[in-house]
């Protein structure tokens, strides 16, 4: 098939156009809106559990992640690849639920050094995508975070996402590596 | 996350928004336009090897049908799902290159009964989808495919076929079972 | 890179071996192995309907056969590409779950000539497959079904098939493409 | 259809035995040792690039970095995701080839903070998986990497990778995000 072949083929889908009244077509591809609205609500749930924690306490925010982390993530796939932004060696890695609540809230005994990231006051957090690469079921993103103190300081980190659509059509948050900006030397 | 959260989300989108001036996204996903795309190319393709058969004759057409096949199929993968419409068991299913060639346009003494499908001077083809379902790196169809013959009937066949996206970025046939109406009892 | 090095690679991987105690792997690929105990499956679920058919009536049969439609098929996700072996036009294709049900155990006025094709005292169903492709999250397969009526007389089809893993691990059937075998002229 | 069934499905793969001679599979999917091989490979080649340096110079380890880029990244499919572990803002992200390559092994005014990475005289590379997830068409793995400098001393960063399998059958690296462990405060 000549290239000229392939595209007069897409002209002649008019004059093969379909015909069934009831063509009914089933998309689960992701897609680039999907992606960013996923984003822009993991950004607000961090500021939600943030402004949570500092009206209502730790248990009140701790309850609100809970709730976020079941809805957002993919920990009931069986692990979920989730490196914090802030998280030390030996427990850098957070692949199970546990480790990602402790991470958000703290107060987690087995998690010692996590002091809670998402009760630092955030009052705001917007990201801006330098790629996102969409294939098979899964779509990935890799950009620039900012996001707000209470004293109005911007902290910037660069994250990694990968969504997967679950059955329900929902995206869900299987890859998560942040890390600070290297300051250079 | 409640529901009102998530769509909330969405409408954050807008405060969230990608500031990045070259954000790249690289969607591999399979559209819907592609796949009506190709199917028009396979529907051409088949007029257009009968008629170089009946112009320029068979060694002509099967030249064609090698070009076409080696564009429009996935055997380099290793294999494709092909039941043409006519085939008789033991050589029912053509999973090689050779087995398809031979469907299309005969003159394979190890496919006897083959006499070359797309040697009948058909002179119009058209589909209509039932239905079309796209998931992870790869798109199917069902439907009704119409082919007019020299005398101007038209038989109708019954068609799936599987799509797969190459690294070129162009549809390729993996699977494709075409069976004649079912006539009832 | 040269072949060298990418065979070499492979034998290096001893020396970089992961020394991580706790290291997951959540491989959601789907096997070989599941697609043919899916379709073993579907064969055992066709002869336990015609079963309960012969012996608890039709109500009972309809029972199961929502059951198995229900754990088996995908028409959660929004349709299925269904062309069943014995359709005629202008219901040849079953999209929906009523399609479905009433093809394999009619007694459903909107599809009038479903007289319910596993309700024939099937005793034995046997699958060939000619070839399995498995790419992205789903896997197809094409090959004869061979079933045994009451009488001890074989039918035998030629079947696509294409599953897709659900969230809970199950492979799903979005697409079934079943015809008789062409007789020759 | 009952869990029961389900199981005894299995059993009766047995009596439903493919009985094809000939039946051919194609499985696209991305096995774990694939992706181990993939992992090894890329620390070998960081090595040999940086033995390459050492001994026959930047012009040679550049051209060597051209060849292991090319084959063992993806970015003819458009972009990759690359967040180096030392790269600066507003250079952070290596979207583009050109990108990559200066990272590796420096020598391009268009990225005037870069001295090449690969350059550091690396003695030995080793990878330990956290976690890794297969999904779709892709893999992705969350771990450490220890990197031997020529006085001894190993630097530890957290990498991401994601793997697509290409139509050669080949992993390439689609995403790579990479950052020195957090210090702790």
Chains 1, 2, 3, 4 share one sequence.
């Not at 063509?23 to 943030?50: F, R």
């Not at 969409?134 to 890799?142: K, L």
Request: hydrophobic share 45%.
């Amino acid at each position: 098939m000549k290239t000229s072949q392939v595209v007069s083929a897409v002209a002649l889908a008019a004059l093969c156009a379909p015909a069934f009244a009831k063509s009914v077509v089933v998309n689960q591809a992701v897609t680039e809106a999907e992606v960013q609205a996923a984003q822009a609500g993991w950004c607000k749930a961090l500021v939600d559990i943030a402004t949570t924690g500092a009206k209502s306490g730790q248990p009140a925010a701790r309850a609100l992640a809970e709730q976020v982390i079941d809805a957002a993530y993919g920990y009931q796939m069986g692990a979920v690849l989730f490196k914090p932004t802030l998280t030390v060696n030996p427990q850098t890695f957070r692949t199970t639920r546990a480790g990602a609540l402790a991470y958000f809230v703290g107060g987690d005994a087995a998690f010692p050094k996590d002091k809670g990231f998402a009760l630092n006051g955030w009052t705001h957090c917007t990201f801006e995508n330098a790629a996102m690469f969409i294939t098979g079921n899964s779509a990935t993103t890799m950009g620039k975070v900012n996001i707000t103190g209470k004293d109005g300081k911007v902290t910037t980190v660069d994250k990694t996402w990968q969504f997967v659509k679950d059955n329900a059509g929902k995206l869900r948050i299987v890859l998560h590596h942040s890390s600070l900006e290297f300051a250079g030397t």
